[in-house]
């Protein structure tokens, strides 16, 4: 293979070497990618340990039964005693192909327009051209950009001066299912004194990002119930309880129009954000009149969204009794029945947020049941709600002014790339995992555009995304300190 | 044919005249009887004209261009210038063959533990044998029983003193979509000086049973919204508004969990229940106990079941937004729908209610739409409803004291039924059109067993109900004053 010639920070590469990493790329997302496709998600992974043993990085594939290989790169640092984990995942999203514009693992260029390109034939290529297929962004693209940042040191005969271990899942897009028992399986591998996670789309500025936090998630599963069988509305609807009506009053009393969670103590394990998350906070470049704009909505449960998801949130996504617009019909309905997400922040926990939920819901009168209630239980209970609790972990956070959180952010401004530094993402990924037990510093570096069509049909990375993520890559593995 | 021999209030029939009654009624529900299947309504239609001309009736159709016809049958008494019309519809509910354990239009005699009785060679007939069909009960055993009572007064040479007018529709289970066109086509003949609706069952305790009165109705369907496509709740759930929360606190904020209704208003039109009504409700058989075990609630809105009916309700009857379960997502929903139903009681309109309802809404911060939103009207308005009134008609009551309510009761008690006197059902059905323009007195007067399984699969006809009927009917039409 040949190695790209030159790469200096914050200066664009040659489109020879552009190439090289396109080809790469290319290469690479033309192999299918589900988590479940055990063939062609080994292919995969067999891919990438070749394309890392090319470069010398001690390779290895830790395995567990019934799940997808992780792909683990060292690169050892003469004298330095501080392993960085860089993480990503060669998986990607299940796909509609009728929905894409072209076959989803056959890679293609297109213009701004929107038009095919012959990149391979072009004397340039334009930085707004984009490359289509599922992953191009979500999530090989930072693999391919690390590999070739680590070119550019060779090629300059430069050495890091960290320990470099790269860490590459294969079912993330399935929820990650086996990685806390990867994690407990290869606590020498999986625990480095921090971890980098590649993962994820920069700023809706363009700018470069880094997030320092998730929040933690917990679902929950509430019906209510009214008469055994439903009933005519007319005959009996206002001497029957509705359990519709129920339902409404309890959601209301869980949460405000504003956002504001209405159950007793949900606020009290809160950590108060800290000077640093509130002075990144003031200096983001500000999104929320454009995401007004595009989301169509004349007001909001707060000023600034950033500082919004600082704090906790109950969601109700769902909401099911009866039928509504022709389905309607006049009928006391025997039960209703929602869906709840909350979000949380530190230090809260999922088992912290139940035992608050279930005391509110027995503080409003509501005997909890787990399963259907029997006629014993409705004749004895006048307020029954069933409470099943779904899938949840706990929030996590960097501190803003820890030491790494500082090199790194140092390092992308002194190549040109000052970050939008994101206290805490709104969404939930389980940092957590990473972090514990020793709280470890656990930093997600995003390199791809925000507008990459993530999960859904025609996927892309921006090929100016992609050359950025190299210079910062390089920037880091260059200067990051032993 | 032949006459019923005698017939006695209080005595039963001889095994020979009820199986005659039964013959016409068995006859009759062989016939089909779908409002929209027009060949066999009509051939109810001619059937029950042929039935009642044997009786010396004056009958005719009456006619309406996409209607089932009206049969109408005049009987005159020499010097009177009272006329009574007695309803009662042929048609029936739609049947799903697969749920009857045999075929709709095919009658079946059972006995009280479901075996089949070959009853037209039994000796004696159980009164507690049942006839199985669609229709037994709702309505066609209310016509034959009204013929049947009209044998017994000929066998007995007794004539009416008031003019009988009947009056059978053919698609009240249609909803009654052409008897406004038909009372406003046929003024002289469908506004008698009073209706006896025969239609419905008897009391729960099998006690006789009057009606006086209905709710009137109007539904309503509600929308709300959220974001104009739907977001993942993580990233933005409590930054853009959740249309889920605001519809359970628009919800919460319009009625009570006791059923009482919130909005501004509401009850300030309602007639308080007048001194006979109270006094009708404080006689009534308790049903509470009884309705509070089948339903298996371990509370109500209020204690007297019939003191609730005569109020106002707000029944949701539907919700949905999003996945529940299985189905549930992390998603913030763009919109969330509601069904509501009012049941209007005197002298509340749909107008009326329309415009509190309304009122509720803006004072609320609302917006009202009619159709889906734009850009525009989403982004000047912080909140927005779209509102769609779908059907609905008044309440009607004829008061418990008017000469007619009384003398039918105390016929019915002289016969040994006494009635049980309801001042309103909970249900609706559109007393209105035959109440109005002049408040004609409209008394509702079952006669069939309240289990009867009206509407489902296996309605059926017990037999004592129907020889309670024929003695009811034939009381009335022999002493009614002219």
Known sequence: MRFLAVLLCALPLFAADQKVVLRELTDLLAIPNLADDTANITRNAETIKTMMERRGITTRLLSLDGAPPIVV???????????????????????????????????????????????????TLDPEWRLYARSASDDKAPIVAMLAALDSLRARNVKPRVNLRFVFEGEEEAGSPHLAAYIAKYPDVLRPDAWIICDGPVHQSR??????????????????????????????????????????????????????????????????????????????????????????????????????????????????????????????????????????????????????????????????????????????????????????????????DHPLSNEIAALMKRAGHEPVRLPTMGGSVPIYLFQQPGNTPTITLPIVNHDNNQHAANENIRLQNLWDGIEIFAVLFENLEK
Chains 1, 2 share one sequence.
């Open 73 to 123: 790169g060292d690169l050892k640092a003469a004298g330095s005693t501080r392993t960085l984990a860089f993480y990503a995942h060669y998986d990607g999203q299940p796909v509609d192909p009728a929905q894409w514009k072209s076959a989803p693992w056959t890679p293609v260029m297109r213009d701004a327009n929107g038009n095919d390109v012959d990149w391979k034939n072009a004397a």
């Open 207 to 400: 700018r470069a990002q880094l997030a320092f936090g998730a929040r933690g998630v917990l679902s929950l599963d509430l019906v209510v119930y009214g008469p055994v069988r439903a009933l005519h509305d007319g005959h009996y609807g206002n001497w029957v309880p509705n359990p519709i009506v129920a339902l409404t009053h309890l959601l209301a009393s869980m949460r405000d129009e504003n956002g504001r969670i209405l159950i007793d103590g949900f606020y009290d394990d809160i950590v108060p954000a800290s000077p640093a998350e509130k002075a990144a906070i003031a200096a983001m470049p500000p999104v929320e009149a454009d995401l007004r704009r595009e989301f169509q909505i004349a007001r909001t449960e707060g000023e600034s969204l950033n500082e919004r998801i600082l704090l906790p949130a109950l969601n109700v996504s769902g909401i099911q009794s009866g039928g509504v617009g022709d389905k309607a019909s006049n009928t006391l309905q025997t039960s209703a029945r929602a869906a709840i997400d909350f979000r949380l922040v530190p230090a809260q926990t999922p088992e912290s947020v139940k035992a608050l939920v279930e005391r509110h819901l027995v503080a409003r009168g509501y005997k909890i049941v787990r399963d259907d209630p029997g006629a014993a239980t409705r004749m004895a209970n006048e307020k029954i709600v069933r409470v099943r609790w779904g899938s949840g972990y706990p929030p996590a956070r960097t501190p803003l």
